[in-house]
């Protein structure tokens, strides 16, 4: 692992978004699939009944109940919609849940995360008041306990921003690593050794198809006491403009994030939780499907990929690919740069995801995209390098 001294300039993924057109982006991680038809409809007919007014900054009673019976479904954790404090919110979108966070616990704190990270840990963060520190994994995307352990007990003990929380973000973005136990038991043994809260991102965890399931770290031994869980809708139901997620815990620890939310956004959009609650348990297979077809895209994307040169990190999920550019190339900035020059073609260099060098050859495919748009860029790709 190498210091940093002199703060890098990071590609900017909105702006590398709108400079592509829409056949050629694999850049911004949003799922750009269609909306289900009956959620559509049941937001249109809500909306034309005019049920468009203020709601509880909690979220609609009807989506808090669906959620609690998801989480208990395909979390194995029981959580009270009745609970006061509350154990479970709506929030406007996973970012809403880290805003209301950051506010309540991270001012004048830091919480770490585990580089290559996800851009808004950190911008939330000191957006708020707060600062985020790095723990770079190695080339494996792996890490020792004692330097963790290390790393967080020097962050905690200085007079500045000490260390407050963890973020772990499982299925990673940028990278999709899922993960494993024994890595969630080791940062549960961090976490409570430091008395440190956790924030588990969990955004993507319908998209785990490798060995390696989906474990919310809040439900290892110890650790509801002292996690608070995100998530959000706008991928797995491709309503990223929606702006719904939400976030559970133990009612002390998200009590205060409610009360922040409730300043900062006042409520989750009224008539489109409403829509949501109605069809959010309705499918059994929903979340089976949405992991097979995916699959699906990951085997497409990455076996083109390879064939161009491109060495394919095996994270053990499915919505972004974690790329080493063809070894002929070391600055994948400089190399997308030339993607979109030569054909209109982009995903995102890994320097936007780090502090050090190490990851400039890296690069994050979005695969969220229908097949027919995965297939042209993927003639782009091949036209820019062969």
């Not at 950051?102 to 008041?129: C, N, T």
């Not at 007079?159 to 772990?168: D, F, H, K, N, Q």
């Not at 959000?232 to 702006?243: D, E, L, P, V, Y």
């Not at 499918?283 to 995916?294: C, H, P, S, T, V």
């Amino acid at each position: 692992m190498r210091e940093q001294t002199a703060k890098k300039i990071k590609p900017d993924i909105r702006a590398i978004t709108r400079l592509v057109p829409p056949s050629g982006n694999l850049v911004q991680g949003q799922s750009e699939l269609p909306i289900d038809p009956q959620l559509a409809k049941e937001a249109a007919e809500i909306i034309a009944a005019s049920q468009n007014h203020y709601g509880g900054s909690e979220g609609d009673q009807n989506l808090r109940k669906a959620i609690a019976e998801k989480i208990k479904k395909y979390n194995g954790i029981e959580v009270d919609v009745d609970a006061k404090p509350l154990e479970i919110m709506v929030t406007n979108g996973g970012t809403g849940a880290l805003i209301g966070i950051a506010q309540s616990y991270l001012r004048d704190k830091s919480a770490l995360v585990f580089e290559p990270y996800y851009p808004y840990h950190r911008r939330i963060l000191e957006e708020f008041g707060g600062k985020t520190e790095t723990f770079e994994l190695d080339e494996n995307l792996t890490f020792e306990k004692d330097a963790l352990h290390a790393r967080c007990k020097e962050l905690k003990d200085r007079g500045e921003y000490p260390l407050r929380a963890i973020i772990v973000c499982t299925p990673a973005n940028p990278s999709g690593k899922v993960m494993t136990q024994a890595e969630l038991e080791v940062i549960a043994e961090v976490a409570q050794s430091l008395d440190l809260l956790v924030i588990s991102d969990e955004v993507y965890e319908h998209y785990v198809t490798g060995e390696n399931p989906h474990i919310p770290i809040a439900s290892l031994p110890g650790m509801w006491e002292r996690t608070i869980t995100v998530n959000s809708f706008s991928k797995s139901w491709n309503i990223s403009g929606w702006r719904l997620g939400y976030a559970y815990g133990k009612g002390e620890l998200l009590a205060p994030v409610n009360s922040a939310a409730n300043v900062v956004y006042v409520c989750p959009v009224t008539p489109l939780q409403a829509a949501l609650s109605r069809v959010l348990m309705k499918y059994d297979n929903y979340y089976e499907d949405l992991r097979a077809k995916f699959d699906g895209k990951r085997h497409l994307v990455s076996g083109a990929l390879r064939e161009l040169g491109f060495d394919i990190y095996n994270s053990g999920s499915a919505f972004y690919l974690w790329t080493r550019i063809p070894e002929e190339y070391s600055d994948a900035l400089k190399f997308n740069e030339m993607l979109m020059e030569k054909a209109g073609v982009a995903g995102v260099p890994g320097s936007a995801f780090a502090d050090s060098d190490d990851w400039d050859a890296y690069m994050r495919i979005c695969i969220a995209r229908e097949d027919s748009v995965l297939e042209g860029a993927l003639e782009k790709l091949r036209s820019a390098l062969k």
